[in-house]
């Protein structure tokens, strides 16, 4: 076979899958409408609330919220329209990953080294009031890929208003799993961009430890206010949840894996504006904590960890045609490494920057264009990041929402999102060299119920 043909049928191949992966989501998409019931036609928050998703998401669909939905989830999850509903919703997600190069061994257990088709979730949701003033967002989910079942993102909440020098002031307590997960911004990680990304393609090696490093391996409690909708302030105390404790909730520790013993404290303050038809909120948050490295306690020396971050949230609503918004967050950590230099050999001392600005432009809350440039940077350290821990690159997206909206031609019961990513690395673990290798498209079905 020539190398011409070989191009010739490389090509082709994305598109061969594109069409296998309709294939696979029509049974999955028929498999989901035979789940939904009248009790769950549309998502328990807009059930409850008697209100479109697009009320609260930009897009017609989670998790970018606009003003309402900051403000419903502030309030403990329990604005309604005075029905009875059933506070439960379920989620299914299914997908296509591309990757420039192949990945050897297989890009996940059980997967080959490129165009693999999955079920990447599916996630059961407590989603609404308790009782009184008190709601909840809980979610479980089969991870497809990990082929596990397993406690997902939590956020208990309880919340009332009253008043402090002539002024509104809401106070509330939150019980959550997830440093960020209980923020209201989407310029703070749990619910930053992108949305959904996949699992079965290449990531760099470092990231901050607020970036998502210790979700569901936690639980913390802890206590928020917004004066006159103008100056929030939260502060959070967390424990790491043990290692019989996170088996049995089904994030099960990686052999290894860090240990976090202490408290560890979580601090949350920002201002937000509205200016008519545009809203801006600048803020910053952190945590501060000692890990034991690969959970090993021998020595008695501890590495002490502090991210400090600064965020930017930017939403333009005054076309119901036209929404804009905007997104930035830097993060800075500080390691003292104790217990690594010793226990690996690594340096004495490291810093890590991550650095992410992205805006999305929404057209009818039906069509979604997303862009974001993100950089990680930061002390080279051959123990802990094989040398350089740099990466950088973009990331694109196009999103369709046919459903959930007030333009929508999509029959009521089901909640729909396709989009398609692009994710391209100028740099990729400290080196340029092959960093497009590891470039991934990503074709997503996303149902809510």
């Not at 369709?400 to 909206?405: A, G, I, K, R």
Request: overall charge negative; some cysteine.
């Amino acid at each position: 076979m020539t190398g011409s043909e070989n191009a010739r049928r490389s090509s082709r191949a994305p598109h061969r899958c594109m069409r296998r992966a309709l294939l696979l989501l029509v049974p999955a998409v028929e498999a989901f409408l035979a789940f939904g019931s009248p009790a769950f036609a549309v998502p328990s928050f807009a059930r409850q609330t008697g209100q479109p998703c697009e009320t609260c998401h930009v897009g017609a669909f989670g998790p970018q919220l606009t003003q309402f939905g900051r403000q419903f989830k502030l309030n403990g999850y329990v604005w309604n329209d005075g029905g009875s509903h059933v506070p439960l919703a379920a989620m299914l997600q299914a997908s296509l990953t591309h990757t420039n190069a192949d990945q050897p061994g297989g890009a996940a257990p059980g997967f080959a080294p490129n165009n693999n088709l999955a079920v990447d979730q599916a996630s059961i949701f407590y989603g609404g009031a308790i009782a009184g003033n008190a709601g909840a967002f809980v979610q479980i989910t089969y991870d497809g890929i990990g082929k596990q079942l397993t406690w997902d993102n939590a956020d208990i909440r309880y919340a009332g208003t009253t008043q402090f020098d002539g002024k509104s002031l809401l106070l509330g307590i939150t019980i959550n799993n997830n440093p960020t997960v209980q923020d209201s911004w989407n310029s703070t990680p749990a619910w930053g961009f992108p949305f959904a990304a996949s699992a079965l393609a290449p990531a760099p090696a470092a990231a901050t430890l607020v970036d998502g490093g210790l979700a569901q391996s936690v639980l913390g409690v802890g206590g928020y206010a917004l004066w006159d909708d103008l100056v929030y302030a939260e502060a959070d105390v967390y424990r790491g949840l043990g290692r019989d404790v996170r088996n049995a909730l089904g994030t099960v520790p990686v052999s290894g894996s860090d240990s976090y013993d202490g408290a560890i404290p979580y601090w949350r303050i920002a201002l937000e504006h509205d200016f008519g038809s545009h809203y801006l909120e600048l803020g910053t948050f952190g945590l501060s904590t000692d890990k034991a490295p690969g959970g090993n306690n021998a020595t008695g020396l501890t590495d002490h960890v502090t991210d400090t971050a600064l965020d930017a949230t930017y939403l333009y609503s005054g076309s119901p045609d036209n929404i804009v918004t905007g997104y930035l967050t830097y993060i800075r950590e500080n390691e003292a490494l104790d217990a690594s230099r010793v226990l690996l050999g690594s340096n004495a001392h490291d810093t890590l920057s991550a650095f992410r600005i992205n805006g999305s432009y929404s057209f009818q809350n039906t069509f979604t264009v997303s862009g974001q440039r993100f950089e990680t940077s930061g002390t080279s350290d051959a123990a802990l990041y094989g040398g350089s821990p740099n990466s950088s690159g973009w990331t694109a997206e196009i999103a369709y929402v046919p459903s959930s909206h007030a333009k929508s031609w999509f029959p009521e019961g089901i909640n729909v999102r396709l989009s398609l990513q692009y994710n391209a690395y100028d740099e990729f673990d400290g080196t340029s060299a092959h960093a497009s290798d590891n470039n991934t498209l990503y074709l997503l079905l996303w149902l809510a119920g």
